[in-house]
């Protein structure tokens, strides 16, 4: 079903906050567990039947584009050396999608580098998932999205509760709830302040949109903080069409935080193969 709809990354902003880690690496690159952080993404979007995947880089993202092509000299260095489970590791990673790279010349925000895919996702339905945001859940978020898509026929963007004194981190909904976790979207506002919040259900970065968002973004000027707002654009769309929110059931980090980033690898290292001996560390530790 969902063989039409492609996957659109946005990976292109400077991980400020995390300076000097993000100094010569993106942050999409930061490791949670055993793999970059964009790789669970990618991963996202392949459980949830998406193989067309396009990621829009910048200046000094070209480790993101190493990361999934083939690395010859090492893998013929490992094959040499005999170590096969390592080469069969590295060629996975090559061999997870066929990706596509186009580069946001300016860093004019997530509006902008949402219409740099315009020419590539054409008339399909497409899902955008923030490549510093992991989501985890049964179904995973993106396949959620797909099938509330495929019921309702509108466009629809994951939202979670967040703390009223965070607010101003998160593009906010206002609407009214239609189904159980689901909401028609009257208005969004990008990043208010407690008080001027409409709901405390923010958005956590994974939408899915019909291709019409593209004619509503291109009439986005800057907002707030002086960049172009994908909430903006998608404000503009709910005033003319169906639009839904759904509060994702499931567990979301974003690694745009030092401290998601820890609870990240924590939450999830406990959730893999390496958990039991990591729980029963950490449980001598607080002894
Ligand atoms: C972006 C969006 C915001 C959303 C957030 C989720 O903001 O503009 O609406 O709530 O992602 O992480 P950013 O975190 O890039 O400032």
């Known amino acids: 079903m969902s063989k039409n709809i492609k996957a659109v990354i946005p990976a292109a902003g400077f991980g400020t906050r995390f300076l000097p880690l993000t100094k010569a690496q993106p942050k999409e690159m930061l490791s949670v567990v055993d793999r970059p952080t964009i790789q669970w993404v990618v991963e996202e979007a392949l ?28 893998e013929s260095a490992l094959e040499k050396a005999g170590k096969h489970d390592e080469l069969a590791k590295i ?60 019921e309702y026929n509108s466009s629809v963007f994951a939202v979670m509760d967040v703390l009223s004194s965070e607010t101003d981190r998160y593009g ?4 009214k709830i239609i189904d159980e976790n689901i909401w028609h979207v009257s208005q969004m506002i990008e990043k208010p302040e407690p008080k001027a919040a409409p709901s405390n259900l923010g958005i956590l970065g994974r939408y899915l949109f019909t291709p019409d968002l593209f004619e509503y973004q291109s009439q986005v000027v800057s907002g707030v903080k002086g960049e172009i707002q994908l909430t903006d654009a998608m404000s503009l769309m709910a005033e003319k069409t169906k639009m839904l929110a759904w509060r994702f059931p499931g567990k979301r980090f974003d690694i745009g935080t030092l401290e998601d980033w820890f609870k990240a690898h924590t939450d999830l290292v406990l959730d893999s193969q390496w958990g039991s001996d990591f729980s029963k560390w950490l449980n001598k530790r607080k002894i």
Do not use: W
């Not at 990706?99 to 580098?113: E, P």
């Open 47 to 74: 459980d949830a039947g998406i193989t067309d995947i396009l990621i829009i880089t910048g200046r000094g993202k070209r480790a993101i584009e190493n990361h999934f092509d083939r690395s010859i000299e090492l």
């Open 91 to 150: 060629r996975k990673v090559s061999e997870l999608a066929n990706i596509h790279y186009i580069r946001q010349k300016t860093q004019n925000g997530l509006g902008d580098a949402v219409l740099c895919a315009k020419q590539h996702v054409g008339d399909s339905p497409f899902v955008v998932m923030l490549g510093d945001t992991i989501c985890q859940g049964t179904p995973n978020c993106t396949s959620g999205l797909i099938e509330i898509y495929e």
């Open 172 to 175: 906010i909904i206002d609407g």
